[in-house]
């Protein structure tokens, strides 16, 4: 398939070099044939350092960048390039004016912000040139990002090092704190507020890339004395720029301050408003992703983080509002309104209509950012994920009125579902659902017992499918094959599977002529292709795992498995048990050239790793046919059948004691059935023949022939430290998507996703059990 191309970015101001079945129905399913598997892109960014090393100073508070991890992420950013146009970009030529987002006067006074000279906080004249007279133009493409980032990055060093005499940066964030304490009293946004907050996410952006948490504390910090007077000096428009005593005389530090207005803000402001409401809370997420993105330059082993130390104790009050108010930005996925509803900026829309709109490539920003936003915080912190578990839906029955308290938010299970139906293929997207399935149970139910399992398997079927045809993303697999088999724990759900018909699988190329089969025969055959690919490829050991163990839940509920899929298990037992056997012949060999004619014969328990591993995937496939005949013996002719052609394969497997119990059982069936295709006499035998004895014979089959077992049942659990792989997977996806600029040099909390070009475990603990087990 061939990849999207990305715009090319180039650097504004100065060369840069880049790296490189009738009880059935049929599906109501409408089949999508575009894939829905996201681009696979490699990513090479400029290194900044030359940028810090032409600095003025000599000596500045930024720790150099890092060099270059080895290993490539699996989907990274669109790559930085210098000096080139896409074609998406053709009609607009590239500004070369390298303070494009800047007007001279603007340019002018940020100069003076980041000099060693003091600016009064009281200059009312200086203040409002700098925020009050056009708005700076949010980040909408790759290349805004880009380009913001190299026009800021030499007065953010100057900023660092001259902040500590004159505290301009200071000055400018208590404006900003005074700005949103207004906007939070009359919920309106004007010039100033929006430019504050942008120029404050600017700075603190290039600080929390390049310093520690303690360097960040001290820029925040200061004096409250040289704000003390300000008040008695503000003649100049002081209903634009006023200097509130509360801030000032707030006791608690500028960080947990300006985190908290930002989160009061995000929680009661209505992003849809107005136009200019709208890009203000896009700000507001933007400047919240920055500030908990000293994860993100963190290297592994670091837990301290500033702001989100500080969101996780002093703001954990502040939970389930977050979270609610977040999550009904996902699930309304508003467009942003009409420009048209704001006056404030219409000269600037008219004038740089190119760079002020939102573009094709950044539609849903609040939807996007409050969704990456959830992700972040509820797959790190417990209580975040206990606010997704308080949710409700909206079509609560009145007798469950009286269970809801005051931290329940109710939201639409039923559009919450439809907007995962259709964009499971957004990683971001999957992973919520993956939350919400694991925290959620109420809306685990929802899913579980709704009628048209099909709107949702299918999709992730086809992804799981194209994804390994195609050998990448196996980050978003693994997600995939956990949803499945937290589906697979629940029976109703298993059997329901089986009763929906599926066709026009356009695709599904490995078997084109596959016109029509079971929901569950098409999942059956899609593991077994995951299964065969993986034993021949990745030699991953949780594909394995996770495969068999959803195939071990649904075996007891499969109704007329489709003749393709009978040949695929057993052919997939078939290779499992050929290379056992060869392992087994090998060891014994290498035993006996050891110790001669009288060693002992090698007991298989004490092997190697590989003998172990394919034992185990032996074991369970054992099992998975045993619980098919011993629970649907008399809808499975087709497995029957093949079983029959593969007879020799069970030759001497009962003689080990692990597997004789299943196998008796297995051999049981075969011996029974190949008795009576014996009996039958049939001449020159055809397929269709030997179904018919089958089906025939199976009428009087009983089951006290076979040997009672415990069905094995598996349940998934998460690991305690899953972090550790969902963390730097949610960075991975903000470092995207976000069109915030990270330099890859310096994003260390990267480097564990970096190394995913070899698939990894998302942490899965699966338990077993001997009786069915469900989720609810």
Known sequence: MAHPSFPELTAPHRSVTSDQHSLRRPSLYQNNNSSPVSPNTSSSYPDLADAFATSPLSQHPFSPPLPSASSSITQSPPPVKPSAISSDLALTPPLKNPTHHFTSSQTT????????????????SYWSGLLGTAKFP????????????????????????????????NKLVCHLLCQLKLVHHHQTIDLVSYNALYLVRVFVKHFVGNLSDQEIQEQLTYNHAMTSTATNRLDLAPEKLPILQQVIDHPQPTAEQLLQAVLDLIITLDPNANYTTYEFYVELLNLLLVLFSTQLHQGPGQEKNLFLDILFTTSANKTNALIAKLLDNVIEQKQPPSQTSSMVFSAYNYLFASRSSLSDTDTLPVADRSLLTILLLCTQSRLYRQAIACLRDLQLLSTDLDDIHDRTHLISYKHLFNLFCESIHVEEHMLLFYLMLMENESFRVYVLSRTDPETMYIPILKMIYESIEQRTNFSQIYILMVILLIFSQDEVNNDAIQKVMVSNLTWFTERPLLRSLSLGSLTMLVLTRVLQFNLSHQKDIYFHTNCLAILSNMAGSTLDMHAYVAQRLTGVFELIARRYQKWVAKLRGSDQDKAGPASTPLTVDHGPADLDVYEDLLMLMLEIMNAVLTHRLLHNSQLIYCLLLKRDLFVGLHLQPRFSGVVDNI????????SRVADANIKSPSTTDVLAVIDQASRTWSAQRLQPLDDLKFQYEEEHDCHQFFVPYVWAMIHRHTYIYWSDDKTRGLDAYRQLQEPVTPCPRLST????????
């Open 138 to 169: 949010p980040s909408h493409t790759p290349q805004d990002a880009f380009d913001l980032e190299m026009e800021t990055v030499g007065w953010s060093i100057e900023l660092a090092a001259n902040n500590r005499q004159t505290r301009n940066f």
């Open 769 to 776: 059990s001997s009786t069915p087990t469900s989720p609810h």
């Open 667 to 674: 051999e049981t069936v075969i011996e029974y059935f190949s």
């Open 109 to 124: 006074a940020l100069k003076s912000l980041t000099s060693a000279a003091s600016i009064d906080i009281a200059d009312s």
